[in-house]
């Protein structure tokens, strides 16, 4: 079967409002940039999204965050976006912060089907005891609070059960792509993108090129094209940022 969609517009076009995302990518390695600025352009909100953190003020989830459309996020970090912050603490935005081992986790059980599981990560902390703030007022009360996890005990240590997470809608991007929806990830882009890809009803891959089936070896795949349902080519493949740059000066010739 042949995945591939006509334009990024295309692929995300039954996206609805107030849908349920996992996306793929860690900071801004590995994001689905063309398919985030298609969901800009398409206006849709209400956005329910996991993603280990939500891109920097101006790329990424970033975008879809400045403009109002997300109204709840699930993730490990909030990174670099200060508008990320700023929504959170002023109510605008409901956040549930999970430990980055265990959201991963949650999105690979989703995509296997297992609907729970029980995990040391969290035990001891509000992680266990419940009451962290996921949704602030517009005077700083907390209005919602994390729930207590049900605990039991293997090995002599405390475990807490943590539920799986399915979306109806993944977004990913991949180094390539055959046509069936087979993918090959490049190097740290590996970070959550195949994880997220798996927890998708339904789930849109924007690759930096796609090949005929059969030219990637078997073994080269990381992701079987049976979890994949759309393939878009990447708009700009060499556009691809980095939070913070950090370099030294060149050594001086002795």
Not at 23 to 32: D, E, N, S
Request: proline share 6%; glycine share 12%; aromatic share 6%.
């Amino acid at each position: 079967m042949d995945k591939v969609i006509p334009s990024p517009a295309d692929a995300v076009a039954d996206i609805p409002d107030g849908a349920s995302l996992a996306v793929g990518g860690f900071g801004l390695c590995g994001i689905p940039s063309t398919l985030i600025a298609a969901l800009v352009a398409s206006g849709v909100g209400g956005l329910r999204v996991a993603s280990n953190n939500c891109g920097v003020d101006d790329w990424g989830l970033g975008l879809l965050l400045r403009e109002g459309r997300i109204s709840r996020m699930t993730s490990s970090y909030v990174g670099e976006n200060k508008e990320f912050a700023r929504q959170y603490l002023s109510g605008e935005l409901e956040v549930e912060l999970v430990p980055q081992g265990t959201l991963a986790e949650r999105l690979r059980a989703g995509g296997c089907g297992i609907p729970a599981f029980y995990t040391p990560a969290g035990v001891g902390t509000q992680v266990e005891e419940g009451g962290l703030p996921w949704r602030y007022g517009r005077d700083g009360e907390v209005l919602l609070a994390s729930p207590p996890k049900e605990v039991r005990r293997f090995g002599g240590r405390d475990h807490l059960l943590e539920e799986a997470i399915t979306a109806d809608f993944a977004l990913v991007r991949a180094a390539v792509a055959d046509r069936h929806g087979n993918l090959v990830f490049h190097a740290a882009a590996r970070n959550f993108n195949p994880l997220a890809a798996m927890a998708g009803r339904v789930t849109v891959v924007e690759a930096e090129r796609i090949v005929e089936p059969g030219e990637l070896a078997p073994d080269a795949i990381h992701l079987a094209g049976i979890h994949v349902d759309r393939v878009v080519l990447v708009t700009d493949p060499d556009d691809k940022r980095v939070e913070r740059r950090t370099t030294v000066p060149a050594a001086q010739e002795i």
